[in-house]
Each structure stands twice: as C-alpha cells, then as structure tokens.
C-alpha cells in the first residue's frame, strides 16, 4: 500500500536529524527495500476505483544507488534566501534541516531586517536570543522556531535585504542557492545577478503552479503553457537565460509543522465546512517534506536537475470535498459540507475559501522521471499528526469567530447543527 | 462469463485485458446488417485430449458484450498509427475473440509483427473486417494470414485440448484474479475507458450524434468530473509491448491517455474533432429525473482516471493519442464516415431539455 511506504518514510524524516552520511531519503528506500520484495505504487488517481493499491517492483534501484553515491561524495555549500512571510517560508526551513541531516553546509539568509517590526512579531519573536520557549507548547511554531531548529542542526541564519545582498554576503561562497523569496524579478534579479556574479553552480528557484494557464484536460505537466504576464514566468525566463545550471520548482498548497499559512486549518476550524461549487474540485495538498525531497534530490543531482521544471507537489489528487472529509477522519469527527454559489456572496467570495474555486491540479512527472524522486505525502496519516499539533496548541478549543461562513449558511438557509 | 484459465502446467505468459469500468448498459441495437462475409479459415482436427505444453500461456480480450454490428467496409487510407515496435522472436499467438475493436487492432499489429495469430470465435460474426480505409491488399494480407479456430469458448474440454494441441506460445483472454491464484505467469492491462473507430461502446458516438443533430448535450451535475480516454490503437500497442517482457511479469499496468478531461471538456473535444462549432451544454440534476432503464450519459458520474506512469516508467509505453487527435481520428474513420453501433436515441435527452429546472 501507497500508505505503508509513506508512513515508514515520516517516521524517519524529521523526527530527528539523520546522520550525516545518510541522506534521508536514502535511508526510507533501503528501508523499504528490505522490508518487503514488493512496493505499492500510487498508480491509480481515482478515489473510487476498487484497485488502489498494487504490487509492483519498483525501477528506482538505480537511481537509489546514484542518490547514495551523490550524497557520499560531495557536499555542497547552500544558500537558501527565504522570504519573511508568506505560506512558503516553510519549505525553506524543511529542505534546510533536510540538507543539514545529509551533512552539507547550509546559511539561511531570511529577507528584512532582524530588528524590522516583523521579527518583532511572534513567531519570529521568539527566535534567536531566547532560549526554547516554556510557552511553544501554546503557540503554533513558525518560522522562530524553525530557525532556531536549523541553527541548532548546525546551520547559520542571517538577515538582509536581496538589494544589500553582496554585502549581507560579503566573502561567502555558495555551490547552490535556492531562491524561496521572491515571485517576480524585481525580488529575485537582485539574488540572481549576485549568485552569477559570484561563481554560483547551480540556481533554484521556488516558482509557482499557480502560472499554469487553465485546462480542461488536468493535470498541469511540466511544459504546459504558463500565464506569459506571471512574475514567476518571467524569473524562470531570466533565470534560463542566466545560468548554465538552473531549475525552477512550481508548487501548490502544503502542510506541515511550521507553516506560517493555515491550510488544514481551516478545516480544522469549521463545522459545517462551506465550499464553493460541487466540491468535485481537484487540487494537490503535498506534505512540505515532498518539496524539501524534490529539491535535496535536485541539488544531490544537479546534471540531471539542469535546465529543467519540477511540478513541486505529491503525487496525488484529492478534491475540495475530500480535503474536508480526510480532516474530519484526522480529527475523529463527522464531517458536514454545505457547497454554495460564490456569486451570491459577492466580494467576500476570495475571502470565504483558502483554495481555488477550480480543478487546480499538478503532476510531479518531471522529478519521478529525471530525479528518480518518490512522493511520500500521505494525507489521512499527515492529517492525524497535523490534528494532534492542532489540539497540542489549544487551537480547538479557542474561540473564533466566522462571519463569512455565517453569511453563506444563511443564504443558503441550511439548517446546522449546534 | 466465467473463463477458468489452465492451473495444471506453467504458463509462460498471460496477458489480460480486464475493464476497470463498469461497461455501459449492453448495447440493445439491433446488428447493421453485413452483407460481405470473407471466407473463413478454420483450423480442423482437434485431436482428444493431451498434456498441455510448458509454455502455454494466456492473454486477455476486451470482456465480451452483446455481438454488434460490424460496419460495412469502406476504402480509405491507412490509418494512423503505423507500428513501430520492434519485433519479438515469432510466436503462436491465440485471441479469444479478436474480431471487434480492441481485437481487430490488435490482431493486426500481431500480424504485422510476424506472429502467427489465430482467432477463437464461434463463427457467428465474420472473422475478419477491413478497417474503415484500409487498403484492399492490405486487408487481403492480413485476411490471408490470420488463423481461425472455430469453436464455444464456455466448452472449457475443448479450449483446453485445441490449446494443447495447437502449442500456442500466447493467449489474449480476461479473468485476473483466478490467474494469480493458479500461480499464472500473466501481465494485466487496466484500461479507463477506451476509444476510437470501431468502438462498440458508445463513448465519442454518444457526443457525436448530439452534434451532428445540432442538440444541447446534456451532462449531469457540474460537469467538471474528471475522466479519461485511451485510444484503442495506443491499447492494441500496449499489448504488444508487453508481450514476451520479462518485465511485465505478474504486473498490472493502467493503459490510457496521458491525460485526463472534465466531461464539459471532452463535450468540447469531440465538437472539435468532428468540426462542429463550440456546443451547448445543460447541465442538470439527475436526481430531478427518472430515466427508467436509459442512461442519460454515457459516463459513470464520479472521477474516474488513473496513472499510467507505471506503463511509462518500466515499459516504456506511451500513449501516442492526444484526446483531441484521437477523437479527430475516430471521427475520420467511423462516425463521419456515417458509421456508428448505435443508433441516435435522445428519449432522454428530451426529458431533461423539456423540464424548465435545470442546473445553469
């Protein structure tokens, strides 16, 4: 089952840091690979049809000896400009404690001002010259102790703005830098043109699958056309033009421990859970430990990784419904959904739901094929710790308020229970 | 329709073709009838009873629906979609069937490989059709080199001794879960749903007959169900690529397009590829109506799609049809040809236009 191979793979990313030898993802293969002669492999999409889970001998023995034979050899010196805010801070943070358990040389060089009134912000409050906090336990972590946990991992942190970038940087040299910062050029240029300027091998970049224009004829695969007026289009188009050894990974929404962005939130929050449309939307929800594979795979194989664009998610559909229903299981309630029309709550219609009202779905064909990158998201186990998290922070039993979704339950004069 | 396969010798090769779908309702059209008939080879004397050869082995056949009509013959050119699998050592290949769509497609790239094919049928149905625009000599050669072995496949005796006695290397039949339980060697095929000319279900004919009448189509709910198609001639491709692959062994592969389509969208593709203009869709709430024993659609109304990324990956089977292409392909070849298994029934249709409630 799809549900085995993940779960072992959880367990051992991130619960502490590997070994330096090891690259993690080295270590769920070998795993894997001893524990039983046959691995499943997520081939069907469809929720319902009858044969999900199947046998089958896995290809990837090679490129698990190509893996552990990078991590083995070289390591890199990383640099990953991370923005201040914004729901992907927190792939930063994962592929950084990601590259540190594989025994490379990580700086997080986070966008601001150490001092700017953002840092003095929890979570970002909450780092650097305080010591673990007794209050943790009450708040959500972010990005605080996400930094504290990378510099505990043997990373360094700074802070800076990408126009003071050189100076920020002054006399330090990088194989790799990974630009989570910015979504158009006027963020990212700054970053690129210092990168080149000092020798850099390799440039990533955290693009978006947002620029997929819209098809009939899902999933959005790596090639397909893209908004020509997207800021991250123009990046990626920069970035090709720039460097010998670049790549651009594209992603849609995620989960994980230190999300500064509510996602399963939300749903946690709700009941009933009002969605718009059919509920038949399909979108990609990827553990943030999918990305910070993609990209650690990407940077322990950079030949192969060159020149190319990664769909940055798992490698599973699942429906806005269906996101309702798995968190609910997480949390051991029943579920209750009410759909509505959007246009008949107006303005507050991009308020009122956190993802997009359409079929907004990726593949991750390019790094299963180039990367020999595997997905590990599990949602229905994922869900059950990010419950556990949720609960552990007292968020359920806060008090909170839905004025959105009052308005909506009222225009559809759905009776609700207490 | 129960086809219990050979549990006493080893079996190098089982290939199966199961439906991963439940198929539409059975066709109630009555046959077109076919006034050309070629002659039919048939293999005689089936001797009594013998051990069956060590490498006897059994593949699989579109699960058998109603028989149907067999579209007349037209001239016409080749179609698309020339083989260019590299051949394996020539084998005795028997197809369970193997007269209708998945099977005449395949029989051919079988030929057209080297293999020596025999088709198993009744005899009630002619044995081999030409393609619509395939060329005379190239039917002719196809004609002249397929085998047939006339006979009733639920006479489970006389499978097994003519399969005995012929030493086939390959069968093309269905049933995959007594397969693994006999310790079969057997490679399985998953298709969605399939399409392309000849096809007996009516997937793109449905949608094209609404066009070709200028009628609304109607599709239940949002419309927005995801679904996916595969050219029967990337299938018949398929089939070929797994056979005799080592690979291949005890393995399940879906087969189908590379990529998925709403069914508002795939309303659409069919408009483009038959040149209509862009259609109007209803849609509507199939709970409002009673249909009795008609379906409204053509489609199981829920997603419905699957990865064929384990094809790709350790096979290297790609599909070669985009939707579009393909439904341009098989309106080329069968339904703008006039040809088609069903006939035009809007019974349904005109139930959901003639209520004034419907979802906009």
Redesign the interface.
């Known amino acids: 089952m799809a549900t085995l191979l993940s779960s072992s793979t959880s367990s051992l990313l991130f619960s502490n840091l590997s070994p330096p030898s090891l690259s993690p993802i080295s270590l769920s293969l070998s795993l894997s690979f001893s524990s039983s002669a046959s691995l499943s492999?997520?081939?069907?999409?469809?929720?319902?049809?009858k044969?999900l889970s199947?046998s089958?001998?896995r290809?990837s023995l090679s490129s698990f000896t190509v893996n552990a034979a990078a991590a083995a050899s070289e390591k890199k010196k990383v640099l990953i400009v991370n923005t201040n805010s914004g729901g992907h801070a927190v792939i930063g943070f994962y592929f950084a404690k990601q590259l540190l358990g594989c025994g490379h040389d990580v700086t997080i060089l986070t966008v601001g001002d150490e001092s700017s009134d953002k840092m003095k912000k929890p979570p970002f409050s909450r780092f650097s010259h305080k010591k673990a906090q007794t209050d943790a336990g009450r708040k959500k972590p972010g990005p605080g102790i996400m930094l504290q946990e990378i510099v505990d991992g043997g990373g360094k942190t700074v802070w800076g703005d990408v126009g003071a970038i050189g100076t920020v940087l002054e006399g330090l040299t990088f194989d790799v830098v990974l630009d989570n910062n910015g979504k158009d050029l006027d963020a990212v240029r700054p970053v690129a043109d210092w990168a080149k300027s000092s020798g850099v091998g390799q440039f990533l970049f955290i693009s978006s699958a947002g620029i997929y224009k819209q098809t009939?004829?899902?999933?959005h695969?790596e090639g397909d056309a893209v908004k020509a007026d997207a800021g991250h289009v123009a990046v990626e188009k920069y970035l090709s033009e720039v460097f010998d050894n670049w790549a651009s990974f594209r992603p849609q929404y995620m989960i994980g421990s230190g999300n500064n962005k509510d996602c399963e939130e939300w749903f946690f929050d709700r009941k009933p859970v009002p969605i718009p449309?059919?509920g038949?939307?399909?979108t990609n929800i990827s553990h943030v430990k999918d990305l910070s594979s993609m990209l650690t795979k990407a940077v322990e194989n950079p030949t192969a990784a060159s020149g190319n664009i990664f769909n940055c998610v798992s490698?599973r559909a699942v429906?806005l419904d269906g996101m309702a229903k798995l968190c609910a299981k997480a949390a051991g309630l029943p579920v209750e959904i009410v759909h509505y029309d959007p246009k008949t709550i107006g303005s507050d219609a991009k308020k009122a739901f956190p993802f997009r009202n359409m079929?907004f779905y990726a593949?991750p064909?390019a790094a299963?094929?180039i990367l020999g990158w595997q997905s590990a998201t599990n949602l229905p186990e994922d869900l059950k710790e990010r419950f556990e998290e949720y609960v552990k922070i007292g968020r359920d039993k806060k008090a909170m308020t839905f004025d959105i979704d009052d308005k909506i339950i009222e225009s559809l004069k759905v009776p609700v229970s207490v | 329709m129960a086809y219990t396969p050979y549990s006493s010798s080893s079996l190098t090769h089982t290939l199966l073709h199961s439906s991963?779908s439940s198929s539409s309702s059975s066709s109630s059209s009555s046959p077109v009838s076919s006034p050309w008939l070629p002659p039919v080879l048939q293999r005689c004397n089936i001797t009594s009873k013998c051990s069956l050869p060590s490498r006897f082995s059994l593949l699989l056949n579109p699960p058998s629906v109603a028989p149907n009509s067999v579209p007349p013959s037209r001239k016409v050119c080749q179609p698309k979609g020339a083989l260019n699998v590299t051949a394996s050592s020539a084998k005795k290949i028997l197809v369970m069937g193997g007269t209708r769509f998945i099977g005449i497609f395949l029989s051919r790239l079988l030929v057209e490989e080297g293999h020596q094919v025999t088709l198993f049928t009744r005899g009630k149905a002619p044995i081999t059709q030409p393609l619509p625009g395939e060329p005379d000599e190239a039917y002719n050669a196809f004609k002249s080199k397929v085998l047939h072995l006339k006979g009733d496949r639920k006479d489970f005796d006389f499978v097994k001794t003519s399969l005995a006695a012929e030493g086939f290397d390959v069968v093309y039949d269905i049933n995959e879960a007594l397969l693994e339980s006999k310790g079969v060697n057997y490679t399985s095929i998953?298709p969605v749903y399939i399409y392309g000319p000849l096809n007996y279900n009516p997937v793109e004919e449905w949608f094209f007959h609404r066009l070709k009448a200028g009628r609304p189509i109607p599709i239940p709910?949002?419309g927005?169900?995801?679904t996916q198609l595969g050219h029967v001639k990337d299938l018949a491709k398929a089939f070929i690529k797994v056979l005799g692959n080592e690979k291949a062994s005890k393995?399940?592969y879906?087969i189908s397009g590379d990529?998925?389509?709403?069914f508002?969208?795939l309303a659409?593709?069919c408009a483009k590829a038959g040149g209509f203009p862009e259609p109007e869709i209803i849609h509507y709430n199939p709970k409002e109506f009673d249909f009795g024993k008609k379906k409204a659609f053509p489609f199981r109304d829920?997603?419905?799609?699957?990865?064929v990324?384990?094809a790709k990956?350790?096979l290297g089977i790609v599909p070669e049809y985009g939707?579009v292409e393909g439904l341009t392909d098989s309106y080329n070849l069968d339904f703008g040809r006039g040809t088609f298994r069903k006939e035009a029934d809007f019974t349904t249709d005109d139930i959901i236009l003639g209520k004034s409630l419907v979802l906009s």
């Open positions: 492999s997520s081939i069907s999409l469809s929720s319902l049809s044969r199947l089958s001998k290809l009939e004829e899902p999933p695969v449309g059919s038949m939307q399909l490698d429906t079929h593949e064909r299963k094929d | 991963s998953r709910n949002s927005i169900q995801v393995q399940v879906n990529r998925y389509v709403t508002d969208g659409r593709a829920q997603h419905f799609f699957a990865s990324e384990k990956a350790e939707l």
